[in-house]
């Protein structure tokens, strides 16, 4: 079974930057995304990469702020926050998944998961 290990996490003030890291063990699927969810709310997806093809998808609050990259050869999956606000605070989870979906930032029954990374930002 494929599992994924975020980190890059942590308490920063608004206005902050932070990059998370996800170890994929160089197990690259057809569309890899980062994914949050805070307490209370639904998860939903931050940023996707088709890791054939480089093409990426975020959803409107990450435009402009976040980046999301793929080192296939160092098998990591990067996600760069900058100009963090209180609102993207959550628990932020790498996702791998076969199908498309995820690429279209919506999970699948098929989708990976890693165990999450805490992002918390502060006024």
Request: glycine fraction near 10%; hydrophobic fraction near 35%; charge should be neutral.
């Amino acid at each position: 079974q494929v599992k994924f290990q975020e980190s890059g996490g942590g308490s920063v003030q608004a206005g902050a930057s932070l990059t998370l890291s996800c170890d994929t063990h160089r197990y690259t699927l057809n569309c890899m995304a980062w994914f949050r969810q805070s307490p209370g709310k639904e998860r939903e997806g931050v940023a996707s990469v088709r890791s054939s093809t480089g093409a990426t998808s975020y959803a409107e609050f990450a435009k402009g702020r976040f980046t999301i990259s793929l080192d296939q050869d160092k098998g990591a999956l990067y996600l760069r926050m900058e100009n963090l606000k209180p609102d993207d605070t959550a628990m932020y989870y790498c996702a791998a998944d076969p199908g498309w979906k995820v690429c279209g930032l919506r999970a699948a029954a098929s989708t990976y998961w890693g165990q999450g990374t805490q992002v918390t930002v502060s006024e």
